[in-house]
C-alpha cells in the first residue's frame, strides 16, 4: 500500500483521498483508500485476530455496496445483531454454514469485492473454523468464478 494511503487515520481521510484520487485518474491509489477505509472502521472494533478483522472488513465492504445501491448510508443490519449475539468467528461461520449464499457474498462478488467475503476470510483463516464452513466456502467459490479468495 501506498505510504500516503497508510498514514490516512479515518474514513473521512480515505475518502477525500480515493475521491481526490479518482480526479486525477489515479484508480490504483483511489482503491488503496477505499481498502484502508475498511481497515480503520474494522481497527475500531480491536480485532483479536487478523480473521476477525478480515471478517470485520467484509461487512463494512458489504456496507459500502448497500449505500452505493441505495444512495444513502445503509448498515449491515441483520449481521450486526449476528456478530453481537455471536461473537465475529461465530456470526462467519453461521452466515457461511446457510444452505444457500448469503446476499452480501453475492453482492460483494457482483460488486468486484469477492476478496472480501466471508467464504475468502474462511478460505484464508481454516484453522479458525468447521471443516463444514471450510467446505461450504470453497464450493461456493467454485461455483462463482468471479469470487477471489
Known sequence: ????????????DCE??????RDRGMDDLAEQARARSLQVLAAGHSPATDAEREALEAVYAYEAILSAKRG?????????P????????????R?????????????????GLGNYSFESVILRHPSLFSAEAVERSRERIAETPTAAA
Open 1 to 12: 500500500m501506498d505510504p500516503r494511503v497508510l498514514k490516512l487515520q479515518s474514513q473521512r
Open 16 to 21: 477525500v483521498f480515493a475521491k481526490n484520487a
Open 72 to 80: 444513502k448510508k445503509t448498515s449491515a443490519s441483520r449481521t450486526w
Open 82 to 93: 449476528i456478530i453481537k449475539q455471536h461473537g465475529v468467528i461465530g456470526a462467519v461461520e
Open 95 to 111: 452466515v457461511v454454514n446457510r444452505k444457500d449464499a448469503s446476499t452480501a457474498y453475492r453482492d460483494l462478488v457482483d460488486g
